[in-house]
């Protein structure tokens, strides 16, 4: 197998959005997926990228990706790396391919000098917690994940109190 991983193109926008959808149909989240093809081509290519994506192939034919973004610990005062997504297809798991994604993205956390590399992990997705774990990678069991979305956030967001 001779696995190539590279930062994504502009070009690669209609695999991401394929990629974003298989990961939601295994995370049974398909009905939460909204993104299209032009709203991946501004937020990922256009002025102010918002993430970027690399895309595992094995002989010219893309097996996976992995998407990511900047973020920032106060504690560190350093940069770090949020993995959003790490997917590879079913017919490709257990090959090391998620290892290899996962890899390249802890390297450019080195490279780019981050105090750390975080992600979440669906509480029943019991395969990729132990593939997680076996990496050396620790859980954060006493934190909880907030969010804001869709009508909450607009109306917070919306306010001037």
Known sequence: MSLRIDAA????VPLILGFIRELADYERLSDQVSATEATLQATLFGERPAAEVLIARVGGQAIGFALYFANYSTFLAKPGIYLEDLYVQPAHRG??????LLQRVAALAVERGCGRLEWSVLDWNEP??????RLGAAPMDDWTIFRL?????????????
């Open 9 to 12: 193109c502009a070009a690669d």
């Open 95 to 100: 090959h090391g391919v998620g290892r290899a």
């Open 128 to 133: 990729a917690i132990g593939f997680y774990r």
């Open 149 to 161: 979305t869709g009508e909450a956030l607009q109306q917070f967001g919306g306010s001037r109190s």
